[in-house]
């Protein structure tokens, strides 16, 4: 596989070594001093994109791999409300497109669990109310994360006491706060509570709290590795692929 790696950040870098361990090709790496090269000239003859930058740019660098007819792989977080729109483009132009919140194998059987159990406490009742948590390191941009989102997302599905999230992130100027203090979130709304602090790569709790007891999904990532080697495989599963995917259709 001849791979682009458009980021290279904290995750491009950790993608380069894993793309090198496995044995695939380096064709063509952009970083915001040369996104000039993000061009149907820079991108003939490479097999997948792999889309790891900031929420301002993830739009346009996947617009122009599927415009340029490459397949790409994105993990930005952030952006996600036009995410439907591209993957809209990819279908129209028969391109090939992986999106997910996060690649960590762990976390997406957190989803699944996440899932079922919202169904299961949807339907004994029990007096609980749910909230989630996510702590991570202080350089990232966007809050709440795709995967907090992405675990609200699979409890508004499956509990029909919940319509929607709100986030409270003390001390995170840049945050997207829908509500300022806890207190004011409403019942039918869950709270995503955002801690950034050190180094943390992530950490994800769901809380199912009752006035007698409390109930936690929690996963916590050591380290990137794990998200980069995801990435990498969901490219590898995308080679070759037309249409839209996401990691429920790398883990059947
Ligand atoms: N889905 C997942 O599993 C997963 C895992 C980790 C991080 N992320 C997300 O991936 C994104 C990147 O994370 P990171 O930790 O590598 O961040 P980072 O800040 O270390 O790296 C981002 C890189 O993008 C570069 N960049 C900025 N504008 C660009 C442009 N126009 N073209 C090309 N490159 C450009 C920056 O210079 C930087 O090097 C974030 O949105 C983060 O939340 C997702």
């Not at 391109?95 to 899932?115: E, P, Q, T």
């Amino acid at each position: 596989m001849k791979a682009a790696i458009i980021g290279y950040g904290k995750m491009g870098r950790e993608i380069e070594r894993i793309l090198r361990e496995r044995g695939h090709e380096i064709g063509l790496i952009v970083d915001q001093a040369n996104a000039g090269e993000l061009d149907a000239a820079h991108l003939a003859g490479i097999d997948v994109a792999l889309e790891f930058t900031t929420p301002a740019t993830a739009y346009d660098n996947i617009r122009t791999c599927l415009e340029c007819g490459v397949a790409v792989v994105s993990g930005t977080t952030g952006w996600t409300d036009r995410l439907a729109e591209l993957q809209e483009l990819c279908r129209e132009r028969g391109g090939a497109m992986f999106y997910a919140s996060n690649y960590c194998l762990g976390v997406n059987l957190m989803f699944r669990l996440n899932r079922q159990l919202a169904a299961l406490v949807g339907r004994v009742g029990g007096g609980y109310e749910v909230r989630i948590e996510e702590v991570h390191h202080t350089q990232k941009k966007d809050a709440p994360s795709g995967t907090a989102i992405t675990l609200a997302e699979g409890i508004i599905e499956n509990l029909p006491s919940k319509r929607g999230w709100v986030n409270f992130a003390p001390g995170i100027a840049h945050a997207t706060n829908r509500v300022e203090r806890s207190e004011d979130t409403p019942a039918d709304r869950i709270e995503i509570r955002s801690v950034r602090e050190g180094m943390v790569p992530g950490i994800h709790t769901v809380t199912y709290e009752s006035e007698d007891d409390i109930l936690e999904l929690r996963h916590e990532i050591k380290n990137r590795r794990t998200l980069a080697q995801g990435a990498v495989v969901a490219a590898e599963f995308l080679c070759g692929k037309r249409g839209v995917y996401g990691m429920d259709d790398l883990l059947k």
